[in-house]
């Protein structure tokens, strides 16, 4: 037994319906009688693969940095990429009217 439907059996749960195909429906059937599972255990764990487990709020730079997302952009052959509020080039008519 699942440690999801251990949960499930323990504590109030809500039902719902919904409507499938008929082909899906059968797969569904089939895949119980292999498994020996009820048909809503392997709908709860499908949901629960898909839906993912529900996780503590995490900052946004962690989640960032586990994406791989922090540091992505490279800085190619040439110089690092400088802070461009400090470059007198990008300055240049800052604060003056058009």
């Known amino acids: 037994m699942s440690d999801i439907y ?3 059996s323990d504590m109030a749960s809500a039902r719902i319906t919904i409507r499938i195909p008929e082909t899906l429906g059968q797969r569904l059937r089939h895949r119980s009688r292999i498994k020996g599972q009820p048909e809503s255990e392997l709908v709860r764990e499908a949901l629960e693969t898909y839906l993912g487990q529900p996780s503590e709020a995490r900052p946004a730079y962690e989640l ?8 992505c952009i490279g ?7 400088t802070d461009l509020s400090s470059s007198p080039r990008h300055l240049d008519g800052f604060g003056k009217p058009k």
């Not at 960032?64 to 540091?71: D, K, P, R, S, V």
């Not at 800085?75 to 990429?81: T, V």
């Open 75 to 81: 800085r190619g052959r040439k110089s690092p990429a």
């Open 6 to 8: 251990a949960i499930m």
């Open 64 to 71: 960032a940095e586990e994406a791989g997302l922090i540091g």
